[in-house]
C-alpha cells in the first residue's frame, strides 16, 4: 500500500467517520464537501481558460453545469459526472479533477451539477447526465465526445452511454469510468476484504444506493445493475479501478463484460490506491501518477492508438474477442 494512502487510513482510525446512515443528508453531504476543500487547499491547480457557470433546463427543472476551456483547445470534449454516492458532492469538489482532465486532453470540460438524491432519487440524476450531454454535444459541435465520470458519477456515464446509443442524439468517441459501482447486491470479494478500514466503508455504499433507488425493484435496471445490462455498441472504455477498494472488483468486472460484449477496452489498476484517489491526486504522489495513466489511456483511445488484448484483470487493456476472466459478482 502506498505510505501516503497508509497514513490517512492510520488518521482515520484514531478519528473514525461516523456512519452515514447516523448523519443527516446535509452533514455528510458538508463533511465530504469539507474533506475535498482540506485536500485540495495546498494542491496546484492545473491551468486553464475560460470557466464558467451557467443553468439548464432538464425534465426535472433547471440544474447546473460548469465549463472549462483549455488553454491549448485541441477540438475534444469531455461530459463530466461527479462522483459522491449520488448524494454528495458538486462541481466544487470535483473542480480540480476537472481542470486536470482539461488541461491534460486539450478538452472543453462540462462538468454536470446534476440534482441529487434522495432529493431527487433515481432516474433523476441520470436523466440530468443526459439532458447534460445533449447540451454539451449541441453547444460544442464538432468535437471528439467523452462522457466521463468517477464513482456514482462513472456509473451515470455508463447509463448516459446506454441511453445515447439506443435513443440519443450523442455521439460519444469514448467512455472514462474510475472505479465504478456496477453490482448493487455488493457481493464480490473486494466488497468483504476492503469494506472496512480503507477510507470507504461499505455500509456507506449500501446507504448510498438506498438514497438514490430506494425502491429495490429497480435495482435491476441496465443503468443500475451495469453487469447484467447489454453493453453492446458502447464507445471504446477505459477504466480505472483502485487496489484496496471495496468497489475495485465491479471495475473488473465491468471491464471484463464490455470487452466480452465487442468493446475495446483498457483497464488500468491503481495499485496500493483506495477509492477516490481523483480527489487526491494533487497531494499523493501515487494517486497523481495513476490519474495520468488513466489520462494517458484515454489519450491514446482519442488518438486510435490499438489496445493491448485484456489479460489477467488490471493488467493493461481488453481484447473484444477474449471470454471474460471469471471474477466474482462485484458491488455498489
Not at 27 to 49: I, L, M, W
Not at 151 to 156: F, I, K, P, Q, V
Not at 228 to 242: E, F, I, M, Q
Request: include cysteine; charge should be negative; glycine fraction near 10%.
Amino acid at each position: 500500500m502506498d505510505r501516503f494512502i497508509r497514513a490517512l487510513i492510520h488518521w482515520q482510525a484514531v478519528e473514525p467517520q461516523a456512519p452515514a446512515r447516523t448523519l443527516t443528508v446535509d452533514q455528510v453531504r458538508r463533511r465530504y464537501a469539507e474533506g475535498a476543500a482540506n485536500t485540495h487547499r495546498d494542491a496546484a491547480t492545473a491551468p486553464v481558460g475560460a470557466v464558467t457557470d451557467q443553468q439548464i433546463d432538464g425534465s426535472g427543472g433547471s440544474f447546473g453545469v460548469r465549463t472549462y476551456r483549455p488553454v491549448a483547445d485541441r477540438g475534444r470534449l469531455v461530459t463530466y459526472l461527479h462522483g459522491g454516492g449520488w448524494t454528495v458532492g458538486d462541481v466544487d469538489t470535483h473542480d480540480v479533477v476537472c481542470r486536470r482532465i482539461a488541461a491534460f486532453l486539450g478538452a472543453v470540460v462540462v462538468s454536470v451539477d446534476y440534482r441529487r438524491a434522495p432529493e431527487h432519487p433515481y432516474p433523476g440524476p441520470l436523466q440530468d447526465g443526459i439532458v447534460a450531454a445533449e447540451w454539451a454535444a449541441g453547444t460544442f459541435p464538432g468535437r471528439a465526445h467523452v462522457i466521463a465520470g468517477d464513482s456514482a458519477g462513472a456509473a451515470l456515464a455508463v447509463g448516459i452511454a446506454l441511453h445515447q446509443r439506443d435513443h440519443g442524439s450523442a455521439d460519444f468517441s469514448a467512455q472514462m469510468l474510475v472505479y465504478p459501482p456496477a453490482d448493487p447486491d455488493m457481493k464480490s470479494p473486494s466488497m468483504r476484504a476492503y469494506g472496512s478500514g480503507y477510507l470507504t466503508d461499505v455500509d456507506d455504499l449500501r446507504w448510498y444506493y438506498e438514497q438514490y433507488v430506494p425502491d429495490p425493484l429497480h435495482w435491476s435496471d441496465p443503468a443500475i445493475d451495469l453487469l447484467r445490462g447489454d453493453l453492446s455498441g458502447l464507445p471504446p472504455t477505459v477504466v480505472g479501478t483502485a487496489e484496496f477498494d471495496p468497489l475495485h472488483d465491479d471495475g473488473v468486472e465491468l471491464a471484463a463484460r464490455l470487452a466480452a460484449a465487442g468493446v475495446a477496452v483498457e483497464h488500468l489498476e491503481g495499485s496500493g490506491l483506495v477509492h477516490g484517489y481523483l480527489l487526491l491526486a494533487g497531494v499523493v504522489p501515487a494517486a497523481a501518477e495513476a490519474t495520468t495513466a488513466v489520462l494517458d489511456a484515454l489519450e491514446r483511445t482519442l488518438t486510435g492508438a490499438a489496445a493491448l488484448p485484456h489479460a489477467a484483470p488490471g493488467s493493461g487493456t481488453s481484447d473484444p474477442t477474449a471470454p471474460a476472466p471469471p471474477v466474482a459478482t462485484p458491488s455498489a
